[in-house]
């Protein structure tokens, strides 16, 4: 595992609004298991090792950080992986899919309709009758031991800050983010997709299940998703390639991207008090940039 360094950002709006801004790194973590994915393998390895399974099975779009991440932990850490994709088979396959196959994944494809039950006891018995003897990890790769890992991202932070900002999916990173920060300092969880308000539900669940707590210091700010889960404008990616121009630092439109571009917006408007610092988490996910370059023509990296 390599480090995952924090990095200050020089910028004129954050001068002129006496506001400090620090990225941490965690796209550096790993070159293919990266930023929060890593986070949320790490005790899943383990355990799986552990239990002495020999198969990790997951869940994905054709697309996913997460399936991609797996793949290439299993050949790493000497798992079989079996890759459950949702939606029809396209060939060739995407640059995700492509590397996931490289890494010696298998695929399966299930329709969109039966990926709905993916976490239904019936179908996971179903797919235990029909793979074997598996260690599950669901989709987004978000359980306890990756709500475990994530609590790695904020002990790792040695700085002293007021604001600690992170992307969102499935909630699992930022419950580990608040479970990790036990009640100190503010969190902000940016959704990536529409209407994410439910996700305040799932981080409370996640975080009261794994540390019996239920902390109030942190918030989801719900109004960055730019119409939905990868969705993108072209402000967006204008941003995203200022943002690179400007601080040598790649983002990904699905995640990342959002996040900054909704934090340098409250910047803007004032948001965080003069002489605030906040730490950003740069979760990685930027394997994806080259499957967005071929669905959507546009130039990402
Ligand atoms: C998966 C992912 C997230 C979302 O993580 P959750 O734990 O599901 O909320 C954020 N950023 C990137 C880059 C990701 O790949």
């Known amino acids: 595992m390599e480090e995952a360094p924090l990095q200050k950002l020089e910028d004129e709006l954050l001068q002129e609004k006496g506001v400090e801004l620090w990225v941490k790194r965690e796209d550096l973590l790993h070159p293919h298991i990266s930023g929060n994915k890593w986070r949320k393998l790490k005790y899943n390895l383990q355990e799986a090792k552990r239990q002495g399974h020999h198969t990790l099975l997951t869940f994905g779009g054709a697309y996913s950080n997460h399936i991609s991440a797996t793949a290439a932990a299993g050949k790493e850490y000497g798992f079989k992986t079996i890759g459950i994709i949702r939606g029809e ?92 920060l036990a009640g100190e300092r503010q969190v902000l969880g940016f959704p990536a997709l529409k209407g994410g308000e ?20 942190w918030q989801l700010i719900t109004d960055y998703h730019f119409g939905g889960y990868a969705k993108v404008k072209p402000e967006l990616l204008a941003f995203m390639e200022e943002f690179k121009q400007k601080h040598h630092i790649p983002l990904e439109p699905i995640y990342t991207g959002k996040m900054m571009y909704g934090l340098f917006d409250l910047i803007g408007q004032g948001y965080f008090a003069r002489g605030s610092r906040v730490v950003a988490v740069h979760t990685g996910g930027l394997q994806g940039n080259a499957g967005f370059k071929e669905r959507l023509g546009v130039q990402i990296l």
Do not use: W
């Open 89 to 180: 088979e396209h060939l060739p396959l995407n640059p995700t899919l492509l590397f996931a196959t490289s890494c010696g994944m298998q695929l399966h494809y299930i329709s969109r309709e039966k990926y709905k039950s993916k976490a239904e006891p019936d179908f996971l018995e179903e797919l235990q009758q029909q793979f074997g003897n598996l260690y599950l990890l669901p989709e987004g790769g978000t359980n306890l031991l990756a709500v475990k890992g994530c609590t790695e991202i904020v002990q790792d932070i040695d700085l002293k800050y007021d604001y600690l900002c992170c992307a969102m999916g499935t909630g699992g990173t930022l419950a580990g983010i608040v479970a990790g």
């Open 198 to 217: 439910f996700l305040r539900r799932e981080v409370e669940e996640l975080v009261q299940a794994y540390s019996g707590h239920a902390y109030s210091n």
